[in-house]
């Protein structure tokens, strides 16, 4: 099994890894195709090199596996994910005043960074996200009794 490379710069003693998993596991199904933890990490740090510098991110992706993506993309960039009850226009609206200038993930604005997963032969392999165990890693809403997002 090849041994995950981290990166001392993203996290500290009590720093955990992104993923866990061996190098060339198949993690998840992307485009028909079986995605190993070496696509994921691909998929990940092209992601989080495309996220404009933002708060929070808004996560909207209805896809799984982008929706995943995602995630481990704030992640490895150390801001939360906000993750709405329903994708209603006023409900959304709510959420980004509550955390304004948070960036939007959806469907399509990820497109580019996730090409389906083809052989990456030749190609180093990324560097293992560390995520400080002080990170804030979601923010979910509730529809609230209120009827307002909590």
Same mark, same amino acid.
């Given at each position: 099994m090849h041994r995950l490379r981290s990166t001392e710069a993203t996290g500290g003693p009590e720093a955990l890894p992104l993923l866990t998993r061996g190098w060339g596991e198949r993690i998840?199904?992307?485009?028909?195709?079986?995605v190993t933890t070496q696509h994921y990490l691909h998929h990940v740090r092209d992601a989080m090199h495309a996220l404009p510098e933002a708060p929070a991110v808004l996560n909207l992706c209805e896809d799984r596996y982008r929706f995943l993506v995602? /995630?481990? +993309?704030? @992640?490895?960039?150390?801001?939360?994910?906000?993750?709405?009850?329903n994708p209603l226009e006023a409900t959304l609206a709510e959420v980004q005043r509550a955390w304004p200038d948070s960036?939007?993930?959806?469907?399509?604005?990820?497109?580019?960074?996730?090409l389906p997963p083809e052989p990456l032969r030749g190609m180093p392999p990324p560097a293992m996200p560390l995520i400080r165990?002080?990170? /804030?890693? +979601?923010? @979910?809403?509730t529809s609230g009794s209120t009827g307002s997002s909590q």
């Open positions: 998840a199904w992307f485009g028909g195709r079986a995602g /995630l481990g +993309a704030a @992640l490895a960039r150390g801001i939360p994910t906000l993750l709405p009850p960036a939007v993930l959806s469907d399509a604005s990820l497109t580019g960074a996730l165990g002080d990170t /804030l890693a +979601a923010v @979910l809403f």
